[in-house]
C-alpha cells in the first residue's frame, strides 16, 4: 500500500497532468522548457520549482542531472485517479457492438471482446468468463481418439463450451460412450456443474449392485470428465506480441525476468485468473499500477482491469500494459466493453467504482 499524500494544488495537479501524458506519447524526459510552451501562463523558473516539488513529493524523478523529470508509480497513480474522476461512461462504437452481438456463443463473444479490448488500447487484451462451476449443464459429448483417449466437449447455459481430453482406465467404443452421454444428458441436464460432480461420486459410493454397467460407465467417465473442471475458468487473450513492443528503453523498469514472468503467467492462464481475485473485490473497475502489484516480478506492468455479471457469476475484462501504458485508451476501453457485455449477458446496472484502495 502507498504512502497517501496531501492533496496537490490545482496548478500542480494540471502541471503533473500534462507531464505524465507527455511522457506516455513520447517515451522521454520532459524538461520546464517544454512545460512553459504548454499555456500555464507561468516562467520556466516557476515551473523548475513545481517540478522540484513534485520530485520531494514522489511524483516524478529525474533520470540524469540535466534530463527532465519523468513519472513515478505514484505520478502515474495520481494521473490515473484524475482520469478516473473525470471519466463518464461510454459505450464502443456501432460498428464494435454490432460485431460483439454477432457472436454464437459466450466463448465467441468474449474472444471478440479481447481482441477489441487489446485494438483500442494497443495493449494486451484478456477477457475471463465467469467459473464454470455456476454453470448448468446443457450437453454432452464424447468423441474417441487414438490410443482409447476421450475428447469430452461440455456445453453449458448460454452457450459455453468447454473441453477436455480423458485417458480411462478401459477402452470405449463409439456406441458406448454414446450411450453413457445419453445416460448423462438425460439424467444431469439442467444441473450445475458442481452439482453434476457431486452427485457423480455420490452414486459412486453406492453399492455397485444398484447400477448396471451402463451406469457404472457413463458415471465413471463422468467422474473423469468433471474432475477439476470448474477450476479453471475460460481465459481468452489477444495481443501478447504488443508487451514486445512495450518493453524497452531506459524508462521501463520491466527486465527481461519480468517479461518471462508475465509471459509465463499469461500462458498458463490460471495465474492470471489468481492475480485477478487479488485485486477485484467485485463489481466495477480497478487499476493497478507497477510498485502496487504483491508480486515484484511484475512491478514494472499496469493491469486495467473491471467485473461483469452474467447473473450467476462474475467475469473480468482487462488490459496489461507496461506502467507507461496509454491509460486513458485502456480506462475506456475495459470500461466501455464491461458495460458491453453487461447489456447482452447479465445485469446493466453496473457501475464502475474509481481506482483501487
Partial sequence: MMTRHLPLPERDKRILGVLVQAYIDQGEPVSSLWLASRGFGVSSATLRNVLARLEEQGYVRQPHTSAGRVPTDHGYRAYVDQLLAERRASRPGPQVEARLRRAGTVGDLLSH?????????????????????TARLEHLEFVPLDGGKILVVLISDG???????????????????????????SEFRGRSLSQVRHAVLDRLREERTLYDALMERALLLASSTFDAMDAAPSVFIQGTSLLLDDVGGEDSEA??????????????????????????????????????????????????????????GTGTVGVIGPTRMRYSRAINAVDSLTRAINRMVGRTDTEPRDGRS
Fill in 113 to 133: 471482446v479481447s481482441q477489441e479490448v487489446s485494438r483500442a488500447s494497443h495493449h494486451v487484451g484478456f477477457a475471463i468468463a465467469p467459473a464454470t462451476d
Fill in 159 to 185: 452457450g459455453q463450451i468447454s473441453h477436455k481430453i480423458i485417458e480411462p482406465a478401459e477402452r470405449y467404443g463409439p456406441v458406448e460412450l454414446q450411450q453413457a452421454a445419453n445416460y448423462l444428458n
Fill in 255 to 312: 527486465t527481461l525476468q519480468t517479461l518471462r514472468t508475465l509471459l509465463r503467467m499469461i500462458e498458463e492462464k490460471t495465474k492470471l485468473v489468481q492475480l485477478l481475485d487479488e485485486y477485484l473485490g467485485g463489481a466495477g473497475l480497478t487499476v493497478v499500477i507497477g510498485s502496487e502489484h504483491s508480486a515484484p516480478d511484475l512491478r514494472g506492468f499496469s493491469i486495467v482491469a473491471a467485473s461483469y455479471s452474467d447473473g450467476r
